[in-house]
């Protein structure tokens, strides 16, 4: 009922501009409809929200929100138990560049180049986990790898890499 009160009265002020000044004034007052339109419609849109922080995880201490790059890998690693195509294309690929970073650090083995003795090195057990040349999976439906696999990658890796 108010919209159509509010078009009644538009169009009577636009007759009015037409009859008082002709087609410059049916313009002039078209343009400033519009423009009470626009103000009006923006001021009936709610105010932006800013940008939604990431949930701090309960068990995490204070002191490790000033790590993004720890969160980062944690948070794909978790997430990993999602899907197949998660761990494949987010999960799999970080895995692959620590691994590769340890190899390559540790015992000087490039794990695209010597994929054999990477392998060897990283256990048969943790192998599918990283090896870079496994096709990503396309599914979303099945679970990701299950949790003890996931410990088990994360502490070879440790085991490589140790802290000095």
Do not use: K
Not at 58 to 81: F, G, I, K
Not at 147 to 158: D, W
């Amino acid at each position: 009922m108010r919209a159509a009160a509010l078009a009644g009265a538009a169009g009577c002020g636009l007759a009015a501009a037409y009859v008082a000044a002709g087609t410059a004034g049916l313009v002039v007052a078209a343009a400033g409809l519009a423009v009470l339109g626009l103000v009006a419609a923006r001021a009936a849109m709610p105010a932006a929200l800013p940008p939604r922080r990431a949930a701090r995880a309960p068990d995490e201490p204070d002191e490790l929100r000033e790590y993004p790059s720890y969160r980062r890998v944690r948070e794909a690693v978790s997430w990993s138990q999602v899907s197949p195509r998660h761990f494949g294309s987010v999960t799999r690929p970080l895995l692959v560049r620590l691994f590769a970073a340890a190899l390559a650090e540790r015992h000087g083995v490039d794990v695209h180049r010597e994929p054999a003795r990477a392998r060897e090195l990283v256990g048969d057990d943790v192998w599918p986990f990283i090896d870079p040349d496994r096709p990503r999976p396309a599914g979303t439906a099945a679970p990701g790898p299950d949790l003890a696999g996931l410990r088990t990658v994360v502490n070879r890796l440790e085991e490589l890499w140790p802290n000095d």
